[in-house]
T-cell receptor, first 115, second 111 residues
Framework: NAGVTQTPKFQVLKTGQSMTLQCAQD?????MSWYRQDPGMGLRLIHYSVGAGITDQGEVPNGYNVSRSTTEDFPLRLLSAAPSQTSVYFC??????????????FGPGTRLLVL | DAKTTQPPSMDCAEGRAANLPCNHSTISGNEYVYWYRQIHSQGPQYIIH???NNETNEMASLIITEDRKSSTLILPHATLRDTAVYYC????????????FGKGTKLSVKP
């Protein structure tokens, strides 16, 4: 299994540009999520999904859209990039959508710089 | 906001046990204690979790006090590769898995 994969590894954007960060997992996990991590800080939840066709907002959803058309993929879209969105973005997945939370597996991250 | 409290940094000599404390004084009966670590800006990695009893796996041991208000993660023989930020997280058993990360403890293992 490749686990959780993220592309691209690094991206530079200009203010106002849009882009999609890709996340895929091959473990048949129901739950997937996106976090951002700013320098010296812990991770903050942006959006999450408990299964295909179902998404919900996390702690810091503004400026980001998500969709979940398949179990494997959970892309994160920046509609109009702002310098405040400069961060490292992590995608994660796990089996459980309720009850005892299973271990979450994290991808390697995408480093985004917005100029 | 994270509900756990951890020291910002700790040092440990290579080969010695690393004991990382965590306070979770407001933890409820249904909340588990999870530990993750993040090595040099990589994605966080699961270590261990527990509810009431002490737990051990191939990576670490977790000691939870009887009143469940604090816990200690033990790396029995720390190596240089264990240098990382360690996060202690409370998680409700039916919470859909939304981990709330604090700033964690930066553990530096020194030769």
């Amino acid at each position: 299994n490749a686990g959780v994969t993220q592309t691209p590894k690094f991206q530079v954007l200009k203010t106002g540009q849009s882009m999609t960060l890709q996340c895929a997992q091959d473990m048949n996990h129901e739950y997937m999520s996106w976090y951002r991590q700013d320098p010296g800080m812990g991770l903050r939840l942006i959006h999450y999904s408990v299964g295909a066709g179902i998404t919900d907002q996390g702690e810091v959803p503004n400026g980001y859209n998500v969709s979940r058309s398949t179990t494997e993929d959970f892309p994160l879209r920046l509609l109009s990039a702002a310098p405040s969105q400069t961060s490292v973005y992590f995608c994660a997945s796990s089996y459980s959508t309720g009850g005892l939370q299973e271990t979450q597996y994290f991808g390697p991250g995408t480093r985004l710089l917005v100029l | 906001d994270a509900k756990t409290t951890q020291p910002p940094s700790m040092d440990c000599a290579e080969g010695r046990a690393a004991n990382l404390p965590c306070n979770h004084s407001t933890i409820s009966g249904n909340e588990y204690v999870y530990w993750y670590r993040q090595i040099h800006s990589q994605g966080p990695q699961y270590i261990i979790h527990g509810l009431k009893n002490n737990e051990t796996n191939e990576m670490a041991s977790l000691i939870i006090t009887e009143d469940r208000k604090s816990s200690t993660l033990i790396l029995p023989h720390a190596t240089l590769r264990d240098t990382a930020v360690y996060y202690c997280i409370e998680l409700y058993g039916g919470s859909q898995g939304n981990l709330i990360f604090g700033k964690g403890t930066k553990l530096s293992v020194k030769p």
